[in-house]
């Protein structure tokens, strides 16, 4: 069984190596990020009302992190996940390692590619690819794959060696007259549940908001609505080093609190649903194609 | 001195732009208790409470030792599209009183509200809207399947208005059916009437039946983003609410 592992295992940083190099040829590249160091801080907020006693419990998490860009879409990122106020248990009392990865970003014609390296959320660390092909202006197929096992910082250090294959396969369809995507996958999630998300999305100006449906084999049906906001300045002056508060704020409700069903991680500190996968720069495709949010103004030596 | 500061805060609401549409305890558009056609502007979004007086409130699910009670309710709503709107909604319960009669915890009724609006309305024709309050039941008990969805109705309604010297009367008919017998008095057609006076069209007038019951309201819009609303049922019990409103497409209107 080991040797299997290892086997899967070299076979697929094989692939991300033969990935990298082809992105090093400097026709794939998309390079209009410029290198930089960001070092931001957001909130975790979570609350949820399953508990007769009590009207609402909360747990709310500081989340600072840095990104260095460094260049040709090339990312080094760490966030940790520090909890303020917790009233879900001990079980949410340590502090998390949310991302501690490399990660590259190019296309290979109209196929986007992201490869990540590294620790991600959920406690999990691996190996993930992300692919985004758009086909026309209005649909794209969508995929990711990762290759992950566990890592814990606190009670105590714990790793656990990669072990599992997860991964998701299926669609965007974006109006650009009314900015709304629907979005639907199928998937092998995180708890080896197979699954299917459907959510439809509204962009306004610096706001997202979207419903969602999802079901999985194990943890049978759940949905909900989620929010994720644009947070200000939304003129900000890029330096080497920046100090700014987090990109976004993101909630999920989930009518069933199902803790467990199509859970995934999410490579990036800052990655939501309004962004994507991919940096703005690189792809031209939905949201991406709307007003950004942020103006962005160099900072230039006199 | 008094009047000179009334007039000003008057002067001042109508240099505002503002808009008014409905606002029900829902968070959809409406009247006070029954809906009507008329929708929110796209990108709307409502955050807001509302007192329940307990005349008002379903006859089962909101009682405590076999007696109603006055409660609240709070909502988030949002407008998508201008002919689609969404709401969720939490009407809190009381779980538990101590031996002295103090309330100890709240529990909570949870639903979700929808309502399309297939045809807008024209010169000659009304506007129509269907809709569904307390969309699906999440209940976690078998025995609660028998009671809960304490506020489902589905409606069917058609609202016209008409101009006059700068002032606006509004007419709303539905037709509305509670999924629930002990909810049925509120069943069958009906209706209400909306007035904009021309001097101060942020304001709104209302009177309703509720297929029960007689209300009277109003509500307004203040500095673009609070809006308030105060009803009467019978001239006997109050009923109020609170919500903060954002447009998120960053449009502003004029009435």
Known sequence: MYRHNSIRLGFIAAVFLALFLRAGQPKAIGQTSSPGIDIFSGLDFNFKDMDFETQYKFLIRLTPGFKWNMGNHWQFAGQLQIPIVNQYGIDYSFVELRAFNVSKEFNIKSLYLKASLGAFSQNRYGLDLKAFLPVCDWFAFEGQAGYVGSVFLFPYWEIVAPNRFVGTIGGDIYLPRWNTQFRGVVGKYLYDDIGVEGEAMRHFNHTTISVYARWSNKFSFDGGFKVVIMLPPYRRTHRAVNIRPASNFRMAYTVMYRQLNNRMYFTDPEQNERDGWFSRDLLHWGSHNMEPDFIIKEKTKK | ?255
């Open chain 2, 1 to 255: 001195m008094k009047h000179l500061y009334i007039i000003a805060a008057l002067m001042l609401l109508w240099w505002l732009p503002q808009t008014v549409q409905a606002q029900q305890y829902t968070g959809i558009s409406g009247l006070v208790h029954i809906p009507s056609a008329e929708m929110n502007h796209e990108g709307d979004a409502f955050i807001g409470a509302h007192f329940l007086n307990k005349a008002m409130t379903p006859d089962i699910g909101f009682l405590y030792q076999g007696e109603k009670y006055h409660t609240f309710d709070y909502y988030v709503s949002l407008t998508p599209f201008s002919w689609l709107e969404m709401s969720y909604v939490c009407t809190e319960r009381i779980y538990r009183k101590d031996a002295q009669g103090n309330i100890v915890n709240w529990s909570k009724d949870r639903y979700a509200s929808v309502k399309i609006r297939p045809l807008k309305e024209g010169k000659y024709h009304p506007a129509v809207a269907i809709g569904c309050n307390d969309v699906w039941t999440s209940a976690f008990f078998p025995d609660q399947h028998e009671v809960q969805l304490y506020f489902q109705n589905f409606y069917i309604a058609a609202t016209k208005h008409f101009e006059f010297k700068g002032n606006e009367l509004g007419l709303t008919l539905a037709y509305r059916h509670f999924y629930r017998d002990y909810n049925s008095k509120w069943n069958g057609i009906v209706g209400g009437i909306t007035f904009r006076p021309s001097f101060f069209p942020q304001w709104r007038l209302m009177a309703e039946y509720t297929g029960n019951d007689f209300i009277l309201g109003t509500d307004m819009l203040l500095w673009q983003h609070l809006r308030l609303q105060a009803s009467v049922k019978d001239f006997k019990h109050f009923y109020g609410g609170v919500c903060l409103q954002f447009n998120l497409l960053g449009d502003k209107y004029l009435y």
